[in-house]
């Protein structure tokens, strides 16, 4: 990452990091060096934790600047990630949204880092952004109602389900799963940081495509909200630490290009950026 690119993200996270209630925590995963560790972002400085991030962490008492640190996706590989079809109306349109939350899987492989590339790879030709409220679980959840899904959400980050649309949805090429058209490696950027005790259920989201504003709505629109889903998908499906959700993408999506800059941003989070290359 370059010293712009460094100014940047540390922008995006340092000057959300005001906004909110003061019990709003916010935690990254970073390497600076040889070091590889949890922080938490207090405006330009991050302050590095030990432990694990589910686990009750304590401080280290070191402090970097976050301009000089490499913010990584903030959870270690999970275990799953889920993420779901149509929960926004805005992105369905005139079709009636389902009774229950559609999710499907993307594999751990397709996590992509703050800063780093989406790379588009061969044979792809109409990959699009997504962008996406993501909910970390910070506790196990087997059959759980709305009140023990709630309390299995740690927090929620950024994302974008990077989608190739060709592979996805033509009659004549669509594959039968999702396996390649969403799970592509790199198809899967999160972050930058984990917004532990904000309100998830109203926040701003948009999408920026070179700077121009591409999706914008509320997650206050979601058709099933995060403690739905949670619920829902662990009547069949128990959910672990550090396991994601990707909730659903609002209104239309556009393809990406070779040389495209990518930022989603959830007001209260920050701006997940990543530039788009040919693989």
Not at 37 to 44: C, E, L, P, S
Not at 234 to 255: C, E, W, Y
Request: proline share 6%; hydrophobic share 40%.
């Amino acid at each position: 990452m370059n010293r712009r690119e460094l100014f940047g993200a540390a922008l995006a996270a340092g000057a959300l990091s005001a906004q909110g209630s003061s019990r709003v925590v916010k935690y990254c995963r970073f390497r600076k060096g040889s070091t590889t560790a949890f922080g938490i972002v207090d405006g330009d400085t991050v302050r590095e934790l030990k432990g694990g991030l589910f686990a009750n962490p304590t401080e280290t008492g070191t402090r970097h600047k976050l301009a000089e640190v490499k913010l990584l996706f903030p959870i270690e590989r999970p275990s799953k990630i889920l993420a779901l079809a149509g929960n926004y109306q805005s992105h369905l349109g005139s079709a009636a949204p389902r009774t229950n939350p559609e999710p499907f899987y993307k594999p751990p492989s397709s996590l992509q880092n703050p800063e780093d590339n989406i790379v588009i790879p061969p044979g792809a030709k109409d990959v699009h952004f997504e962008c996406e409220l993501v909910i970390v679980i910070g506790k196990r959840a087997t059959r759980v109602d709305k009140a023990g899904a709630k309390a299995a959400i740690f927090g929620v980050t950024c994302g974008n389900d990077v989608s190739e649309r060709i592979w996805q949805n033509d009659p004549k090429i669509k594959d039968v799963q999702w396996w390649r058209a969403k799970g592509a490696d790199t198809f899967s950027p999160v972050g930058p940081v984990i917004a532990r005790g904000i309100d998830y259920g109203n926040l701003d989201i948009a999408t920026r495509l070179n700077g121009k504003v591409m999706q914008q709505d509320s997650t206050s629109h979601l058709v099933h909200d995060c403690d739905t889903v949670v619920s829902f998908i662990s009547q069949a499906v128990t959910l672990l630490p550090g396991d994601l959700i990707f909730t659903g993408t609002p209104g239309k999506t556009s393809p990406m290009k070779s040389g495209d800059v990518v930022e989603i941003d959830i007001k209260g989070i920050g701006v997940l950026r990543n530039k788009v290359v040919a693989g």
